[in-house]
Structure formats: structure tokens, C-alpha cells
């Protein structure tokens, strides 16, 4: 057995030869990446787990008590994690498309020849340098019913303007609007360097053949962008399910628990109420629902090649 477990490794890392200078040195290289992956991804990833199989006890983790499943079967029979679900969800559905789609219309407006693109570019990239809680107590502010700047301008349209922040039906969008004038800039980026990375020639032949602006933005700029619209479609899936900070400055879950997502519910189960084995079962429902989207958008936008 010994023996074809060798040849087996053999088989597998044969094309690896530690005797070869280059080849020890990429590993060197990448052994601190390893270590660090390891104590602060792999050891938490292993320990929440653990912790998810306990009624964990954090003052005395020998004392906690092995209850196998349970906290799983409690949480989906929880109505206050579906409720977390469900805001979590539609935060993600306002933000997650509008930041994608906005973020590639103002990089192909930007790359075209306008006047003062480089001030266009600071302006939609800035915002995204300032922390979250700067930029939930700017829109706080602006949300403000009595004083704030918005209400004060929706005033000349209509009679009542809403409460924004205290409002069941207008909190979570209200969230999502601060969010997107804050991380699209990001994307703005991304994909502005994508686009300035498609051959020009591309498009003049296109012109040459008569082709309109929808054809070569659809036969061309998309193809080619691809990757990066894959890219940024992934990340901000994978952020916009793990959104806390705004929603915890700006509504702290309120009105009611409308605003109450996920990653707020699980911090206030751990910290607040000590449930962290329970907290834990949460988070690993989160992690298998972003590994899901991740395959899923990966699958279906890129059609499982994003080369």
C-alpha cells in the first residue's frame, strides 16, 4: 500500500523537482501566504464548525455541550433568521445589479473622448476611499426627515416626503442608494481598465463593416470584458450578503427587524445574546450560500470560462 501511495504522489507531483532552485523558491515564496491562510481562513473555517456542533460556552469552551445538528434544525425554524434572510436578499437584488450595470456605463462613458475625464474619474472613484461609518452618518444626515437635503428637494415634488430611515418600505432601499454612491467607484474601475484593455481595432473593423453601436458592444465589448464584468459581479454578491456596517449605523435593523441582516442578525446572537455555536451554524449557512452564488454566477455569466 505504501508503495502505490507513492507512485500515486509520484504520478501527481512528478513535474515537481524541489531540486531545481526556481522551484524552491516559489514555494518559500508562497509559504508565508500559506501560513497566514491557514491560522486566519482555514483554522477559523475548522473552529466555526467545531463551534457550530456545540451549545458553545465562551467563558468555559470545555464545559460546552455537543448537541450535534441542532443549532441547524433551530435556525431554519427560526422566523427571525428568515427575516434576516429576506432583508439580506433584497439588498442584494437592489444593489448588486445597479452597481454592476452602473459601473460599466460610467467606464464606457468615461473611456469615450470627453472633456475632464480625469476629474470624472476622481469624482466617481472617491467616495470609495471613506469608511463605512463616515459614509452611513453623511446619508444618515442627508435621510434626516426634519433638516436633511433630501427631503428638502423631494419636498418640491411631493406633499409628505417619507421618513426614509424609519420607513418599513423605504429603509432598506435607502441603505442600498448610500451603498451603491459608495462602492461603485470600484467597479467604475475595474472595468474601465478592462475596456481599455479591448483592442480599438476591434471597433473600427466593426465600423468598417457597418456594424451599429448595440452590435459592437454586444459582440465586442461584452465578449471582451467578460472576465472582469465576471469579477465584479462575484465580488459584490459576496459583499452585498455580508452587508453589516451601513445597515448597523444608519437603521440598527429598524424599522422593526426590516433592516436586520444576516451578518447583523449573527453578530447580535454571538455578542449580545452569547448563542455562539448558534452564531456559528449561521455563518456556515452564509459561507455555503456565497460558495453557491459564487459557482452559479461563475457558471452562468462567464458559461464557465472566464479566459
Do not use: C, H
Amino acid at each position: 500500500m505504501a508503495t502505490k501511495d507513492r507512485l500515486s504522489f509520484s504520478s501527481r507531483f512528478g513535474s515537481i523537482d524541489l531540486t531545481d532552485a526556481e522551484t524552491r523558491d516559489g514555494i518559500l515564496f508562497a509559504l508565508p501566504y500559506l501560513a497566514l491562510f491557514s491560522v486566519f481562513l482555514l483554522y477559523p473555517l475548522v473552529k466555526g464548525f467545531y463551534m457550530s456542533l456545540f451549545d458553545w460556552n465562551a467563558f468555559a469552551p470545555a464545559q460546552s455541550e455537543f448537541i450535534l445538528f441542532e443549532n441547524y434544525a433551530r435556525m431554519l425554524s427560526d422566523p427571525a433568521f428568515w427575516k434576516s434572510v429576506r432583508a439580506t436578499v433584497v439588498f442584494v437584488v437592489l444593489t448588486v445589479p445597479t452597481l454592476v450595470v452602473l459601473g460599466l456605463a460610467l467606464a464606457l462613458g468615461v473611456n469615450r473622448d470627453v472633456k475632464g475625464k480625469r476629474i470624472l474619474r476622481t469624482v466617481f472613484f472617491s467616495p470609495y476611499v471613506l469608511t463605512v461609518s463616515v459614509v452611513s452618518l453623511i446619508w444618515a444626515e442627508l435621510y434626516a426627515p426634519q433638516y436633511g437635503a433630501i427631503n428638502y428637494y423631494v419636498g418640491f415634488v411631493i406633499q409628505n416626503p417619507p421618513s426614509w430611515l424609519n420607513s418599513f418600505t423605504w429603509a432598506m432601499p435607502a441603505i442600498a442608494i448610500a451603498t451603491i454612491w459608495w462602492t461603485v467607484g470600484f467597479n467604475f474601475v475595474i472595468l474601465l481598465a478592462a475596456r481599455q484593455s479591448v483592442p480599438e481595432r476591434l471597433y473600427e473593423a466593426a465600423k468598417i463593416d457597418g456594424a451599429s453601436s448595440w452590435r459592437a458592444f454586444k459582440d465586442i465589448t461584452v465578449p471582451q470584458m467578460r472576465s472582469a464584468i465576471v469579477f465584479v459581479t462575484t465580488v459584490q454578491f459576496i459583499w452585498s450578503f455580508q452587508v453589516f456596517g451601513q445597515a448597523y449605523i444608519m437603521t440598527n435593523g429598524g424599522p422593526g427587524e426590516s433592516t436586520q441582516t444576516l451578518v447583523m442578525y449573527l453578530f447580535r446572537m454571538a455578542f449580545n445574546e452569547g448563542q455562539f455555536g448558534y452564531a456559528a451554524a449561521v455563518g456556515y449557512f452564509l459561507f455555503f450560500v456565497l460558495v453557491a452564488v459564487s459557482l452559479g454566477n461563475y457558471y452562468f455569466v462567464s458559461g464557465g470560462d472566464t479566459a
